[in-house]
């Protein structure tokens, strides 16, 4: 049986923590844990069961693409950051990503994007990807990654939100989830040949 998300449920309350102390508060079925960061501030993260299956990933991942969908950019970049962004701040650089989405293939016209319900999205790119990958450990401590082409005004799109998961130090073994990008490699390409 899949893990199940409430669609964008709302954040635990803050638990105070002494610098170097790692807490967790159950969430759904993924966990926000609290834990310190290099200059003593007390972070907010999402956590990834280290024995997760790629349907609990995919369970995990879906739930981000509905904080997405209620434009909830803000608390996407608080909880999972946005490790790609360019000279603005996350949430910004999340929302200008969605919005300045253009493909001639399959939203021929349009111009206004917002990221809509996965479950109900029709038409638009007939094969979207949603692709787990887990990687061998390494110094980098990157663990995998999940290539989710995002729906958009109602449909598939090939704009691409890149999670991934990082090992740390954790007791429990568990996976720091990120969001690393959001992006169309077609519509790269095209402003690419453009210039």
């Known amino acids: 049986m899949a893990a199940r998300f409430d669609p964008v449920p709302p954040l635990p309350p803050r638990r105070t923590s002494s610098v170097g ?29 280290r024995h997760a299956s790629n ?52 939203y021929p016209g349009v111009e206004e994007f917002v990221v809509t319900d996965w479950r109900t999205a ?22 995998g990654d999940v290539a989710f082409d995002l729906p958009l005004n109602g449909a598939w799109s090939d704009l691409r939100a890149d999670f991934v998961w990082f090992s740390g130090d954790y007791a429990d073994g568990s996976y720091r989830l990120a969001l690393e990008e959001i992006s169309c490699w077609e519509q790269d390409q095209r402003e690419a040949d453009a210039s």
Do not use: K
């Open 21 to 49: 102390h790692q807490q967790s508060v159950a969430s759904g079925r993924y966990r926000v844990g609290y834990c310190s960061s290099t200059n003593g501030e007390i972070e907010e993260m999402v956590l990834l069961p």
């Open 122 to 143: 029709q038409g638009g790119n007939g094969s979207p990807l949603r692709t787990v990958t887990w990687y061998r450990p390494s110094s980098h401590a990157l663990s």
């Open 55 to 106: 349907e609990q990933v995919l369970d995990l991942v879906r739930h981000w693409v509905d904080v997405l969908a209620a434009q909830d950019y803000e608390r996407v970049y608080m909880e999972l950051g946005y490790l790609l962004e360019w000279n603005e701040l996350g949430a910004e650089c999340i929302r200008r990503r969605v919005q300045s989405y253009r493909s001639p293939t399959y």
